[in-house]
Structures are given as structure tokens and as C-alpha cells.
């Protein structure tokens, strides 16, 4: 039995999308672009027209006319400019935030899943010690201890404590930014703090403060922050939860459920004694 992955969260994107204003600029600057052969195109002809001094071979003024894709993308363009936000999208930056923390969080469950794994042998021996009642079951514990490597590494130990710390870390991080994200008060609040400080929220610095229980967003050229606490003070973000809550939560999620411990080493290894 294979343990899954926790995957991102499909909702979120993988990128930044254009900037409304670029899109027009660069749909504008098109048809501008055509506008301008166009004019020199009829001034050289307006000049050699009347006086014969020389001509085109007579297909030039299709390198300016605007096509059906240029005239489209100009009005899109406009019709997106009508909720363009000048101070920047202040969700938008907080579920990209989220979206890399929660690749560094898939990339730490990877590495803690492959370490688990060269670590399951203690359970392999805490099974048969457990289960080993008659001598004749002792002994047998006695033969596997005894003819196999069951010796495990402090590097591997090492490994397995610090990828545990980063899958907290980035995990906390990730759930925080993706809750402020989609708080609209709180939202309002950051996007209100980039406007005081005439910023844009792409050009802000986003982090999360364990310590101070909240996610704040720093302006560019300035030593302000605006700040939203996640532990109740504001905006009805109340998201910590107690060791037991988060232990209760664990026994609930398919990445336990499926895992070594849960199933028991002669389940996931052999695929016998499984409850079915």
C-alpha cells in the first residue's frame, strides 16, 4: 500500500495573470502601431501620387490594416480595464503565496514519506515483539532481530525530525495566507493598506508570524506593514487549534488513513491481515 501525497489545492493557479493595464497597453499599442504604418504609408502616397515619382508594388497597405484578432483583444482589453484594480489584487498575491508553500509542504511530505519508510522496521519488530507471548514466538523475534539489519541511522533520524518541522511550517503557512485570502474583510483591510502607501500588493513582501499569530504584507520603499491577526482579534480569523484538534484532525485525513501506521506493517507490506 502506497501512501498519496497531499496534493495543491486545484482552485489555485500556478502563476500571476497579466496585469489588465499591460494587456492594454499591449493590445492598444497594436492597433497604434498600425495606425502609424498607415499614416506613412498614405503620406508617401499622397506625396507620389500627384507627382509620379514613384509607387508601391501594390500590396504595402495590407501590413497595416487591423485584423479581427487586433480589434478583439483591444476591446477585451477595455472591458477588463472596467475592474482593474490600480492598487493591485491583494487575493490574488495571497493564494500565490499559499500555492508555493504548499509545493514546499508536498515537497516535504515526499521526503518524510521516504524516510517513514526506511524507518518502518521498528514497527515490523514492535509488531512481533508485541504479538510474542510463547517461547516459541520469542524466539522467532530473537531469529529476525538477529539475522537482519534492523539498526536504524541517526541520519535517517535527523531527516525524518527536520522534514516533520518543515511539513508544520509550510503546512501553517500556507492554511494561514489561504484564509486570509479568502476573507473579504480582510482582503479589504491589506488592499486598503497598499492604497495608503500608493503600492501595489504585487510589489509587497507577504509573510506569516507564528510568534505574532498573524500574516502581514510590507510595502515596497516604505517601513509600513499592514497585519491580520489569525488568532481571533480581527475579522472573525480564529484558526489555531489545540495539539488534540490537530491530532483528532490527523486520524480523519487519507494520508493517515492509508499510512503504515494506520494499517498495520504486514498490511502495507505484505497486504495481509488487512481489515477489509
Same mark, same amino acid.
Do not use: C, R, W
Given at each position: 500500500m502506497k501512501i498519496k501525497k497531499i496534493l495543491p489545492l486545484c482552485l489555485l493557479s500556478s502563476g500571476l495573470a497579466a496585469n489588465e493595464l499591460d494587456t492594454l497597453i499591449d493590445a492598444s499599442g497594436a492597433i497604434s502601431k498600425q495606425i502609424e504604418t498607415a499614416s506613412l504609408i498614405i503620406g508617401a502616397a499622397t506625396m507620389y501620387g500627384h507627382t509620379g515619382v514613384g509607387m508601391s508594388t501594390g500590396n504595402l497597405s495590407e501590413q497595416a490594416h487591423i485584423s479581427t484578432e487586433q480589434l478583439d483583444a483591444y476591446n477585451a482589453a477595455l472591458q477588463g480595464m472596467?475592474?482593474?484594480? &490600480?492598487? =493591485? %489584487?491583494?487575493?490574488?498575491?495571497?493564494?500565490?503565496? /499559499?500555492?508555493?508553500?504548499?509545493?514546499?509542504?508536498?515537497?516535504?511530505?515526499?521526503?518524510?514519506?521516504?524516510?517513514?519508510?526506511?524507518?518502518?522496521?521498528?514497527?515490523?519488530? +514492535?509488531e512481533a515483539a508485541v504479538? /510474542?507471548? @510463547? &517461547?516459541?514466538?520469542?524466539? $522467532?523475534?530473537?531469529?529476525?532481530? #538477529? !539475522? +537482519?539489519d534492523?539498526?536504524?541511522?541517526?541520519? @535517517?533520524?535527523?531527516?525524518?525530525?527536520?522534514?516533520?518541522? $518543515?511539513?508544520?511550517?509550510?503546512?501553517? !503557512?500556507?492554511?494561514?495566507?489561504? /484564509?486570509? @485570502? $479568502?476573507?473579504?474583510e480582510a482582503v479589504a483591510f491589506l488592499s486598503h493598506g497598499a492604497e495608503n502607501n500608493n503600492s501595489n500588493a504585487d510589489l509587497s513582501s507577504v509573510s506569516y508570524d507564528a510568534n505574532r499569530q498573524w500574516v502581514s504584507m510590507s510595502w515596497n520603499n516604505t517601513n509600513n506593514a499592514s497585519a491580520?491577526?489569525?488568532? =481571533? $482579534?480581527?475579522?472573525?480569523? %480564529?484558526?489555531?487549534?489545540?495539539?488534540?484538534?490537530?491530532? #483528532?484532525? =490527523? !486520524?480523519? @485525513?487519507?494520508y493517515y488513513n492509508s499510512s503504515l501506521v494506520a494499517n498495520g506493517y504486514n498490511c502495507y507490506v505484505n497486504q495481509m491481515e488487512c481489515d477489509i
Open positions: 472596467v475592474n482593474f484594480k &490600480p492598487y =493591485g %489584487d491583494v487575493q490574488t498575491v495571497l493564494e500565490e503565496a /499559499a500555492y508555493q508553500e504548499i509545493e514546499l509542504l508536498d515537497q516535504a511530505v515526499t521526503v518524510f514519506t521516504e524516510v517513514a519508510t526506511e524507518l518502518m522496521v521498528a514497527v515490523e519488530v +514492535n504479538e /510474542a507471548v @510463547s &517461547p516459541v514466538e520469542k524466539e $522467532q523475534v530473537q531469529i529476525l532481530v #538477529a !539475522t +537482519n534492523l539498526t536504524i541511522s541517526q541520519e @535517517s533520524v535527523d531527516t525524518f525530525n527536520s522534514s516533520l518541522d $518543515q511539513v508544520e511550517e509550510h503546512a501553517n !503557512t500556507a492554511s494561514a495566507y489561504l /484564509a486570509v @485570502s $479568502q476573507n473579504k491580520v491577526y489569525l488568532n =481571533g $482579534q480581527n475579522f472573525g480569523l %480564529d484558526l489555531y487549534m489545540t495539539d488534540a484538534e490537530v491530532l #483528532a484532525a =490527523g !486520524t480523519t @485525513s487519507e
